[in-house]
């Protein structure tokens, strides 16, 4: 029979990693192990209490029975009462074999007490010996009637009590920490075979944040090794495509430099002027998208060490440098956060991402405010805020690609070339943190920049 969606039921009650599902995987096989083994030893202590108790009652009754054929039989009432109450049988002397409403005992059953009494020497041992035997273990009772030389019968009740598979005063204890260890060893084991897994995923994560992370360890257990081996593989190839691609885009930007600059000086020999002019504006938008590619391949490359830096004195120091670029514009430059913020970071590659993000605030949007949120669990928050027009939906995350502008305009000191947020988000991204775009409801654009302290 098939439940449809059973797995996602049963998946929705499950904890979500990998090493507690393992876990729990494991304590459950050891649970039905332990279960079974725990039922195997009840079985075959059940077993071995039954045969314990049959040879405790045919000795007992065979001791019984001896002493009274040796003793002489004017005195054998008196044997039977003092001897049945030592071995707590309850015995009579009778003229005729035992009659009750128990069922004759099973051959099985028959042989083996024969054999029992055998480790009791008997009076006669080479008179084969006479014997009724009623009832049995699942009765709780066993009656024997054995006959005496002078026709009289010495018929005997042993109370069976019902096999106990768990009375023993070690067994819960022992069992307990059996378990316990078990179930320690399972989650130890859960831990150590899933670590591998964490530390491939923190690899992951590193080299997404930065292409020139650290090799993995390529040692342990050969498919961990294995694994390891494969995962540097795919990061060294990585690596090499970043960086061919890098080359080729700033081999090609450096050399159009060039002919531009060529270009140029004959567009001053075009005697139209107006066409001169255009001649020259396009010019310079194609050398400003060329000094713009040259940019980003610098800060691919770039190797800036990583240092410890005040968040707060970056942005007032980035403020205040525009705000002596664009001294008219000082009123709509704002900053609202903490007086101080230390976080680990490349100083000049952050300070070049924010600057982009300010400067797209106050080109597009008329007035940029910086909002810097405190860190909570290692993650702060950082927003900028305009009161422009915005970025139509579908444009919010399209505008983070090389050369896509939200301003429709071709002009360069409204439009820009459109890599100044690629390379934001590319800093950021190195960084281990990532930057968005929305529209704010009371109007304007937000871009939310977070990332770790």
Do not use: C
Not at 2 to 26: E, F, K, N, V, Y
């Amino acid at each position: 029979m098939h439940w449809p969606g059973w797995h996602h039921r049963l998946g929705a009650w499950l904890p979500g990693s990998l090493a507690s599902r393992t876990a729990i995987l494991l304590l459950l096989g050891l649970s039905l192990v332990q279960g079974t083994s725990l039922l195997i030893h009840a079985l075959d202590r059940l077993d071995l209490q039954t045969i314990a108790e049959l040879r405790d009652a045919a000795v007992r009754s065979i001791s019984l029975y001896r002493a009274v054929a040796l003793s002489p039989p004017d005195s054998r009432a008196a044997v039977i009462v003092e001897a049945g109450s030592v071995q707590d049988i309850a015995a009579t002397l009778s003229t005729a074999p035992p009659i009750s409403d128990l069922p004759f005992a099973t051959p099985e059953l028959q042989r083996q007490i024969r054999a029992d009494m055998l480790l009791v020497p008997m009076p006669q041992p080479d008179r084969p010996l006479q014997m009724v035997l009623l009832g049995g273990p699942a009765y709780g009772r066993m009656i024997l009637g054995i006959p005496l030389g002078d026709r009289n019968w010495v018929n005997m009740t042993v109370t069976l009590p019902p096999p106990r598979a768990w009375h023993s005063p070690n067994f819960l204890a022992a069992f307990l920490l059996m378990t316990a260890f078990a179930g320690l060893m399972s989650l130890i084991a859960a831990r150590r075979l899933i670590a591998p897994v964490g530390t491939l995923a923190s690899a992951a994560d590193a080299l997404g944040r930065d292409v020139n992370a650290p090799d993995l360890a390529e040692d342990g257990p050969t498919e961990l090794a294995a694994a390891a081996k494969a995962f540097n593989t795919m990061a060294e190839r990585i690596r090499r495509f970043v960086q061919d691609r890098t080359f080729m885009l700033t081999a090609i930007g450096h050399d159009l430099r060039t002919p531009i600059t060529r270009l140029k000086l004959r567009a001053e020999f075009v005697e139209d002027e107006e066409l001169r002019g255009k001649i020259l504006a396009d010019l310079d938008e194609l050398q400003a998208m060329v000094s713009a590619t040259l940019a980003v391949g610098r800060d691919i490359t770039a190797d800036e060490p990583a240092t410890r830096v005040d968040l707060v004195a970056l942005l007032r120091t980035l403020l205040d440098e525009i705000s002596d670029t664009y001294p008219d514009r000082d009123g709509d430059l704002v900053y609202v956060g903490p007086d101080s913020l230390p976080i680990h970071a490349r100083p000049l590659a952050l300070k070049r991402a924010l600057s982009n993000l300010v400067l797209n605030a106050l080109a597009y949007g008329g007035r940029a405010e910086v909002r810097l949120t405190p860190s909570v669990n290692g993650l702060l928050q950082l927003a900028v805020v305009d009161n422009g027009p915005g970025i139509p939906a579908e444009k919010l995350d399209q505008v983070f690609q090389p050369f896509q502008r939200g301003e429709v305009s071709r002009s360069r000191e409204t439009g820009g070339v459109g890599l100044g947020l690629t390379i934001a988000r590319n800093i950021l991204r190195a960084h281990g943190g990532d930057v968005t775009l929305s529209n704010r409801p009371e109007g304007g654009l937000m871009a939310l920049v977070v990332m770790p302290v």
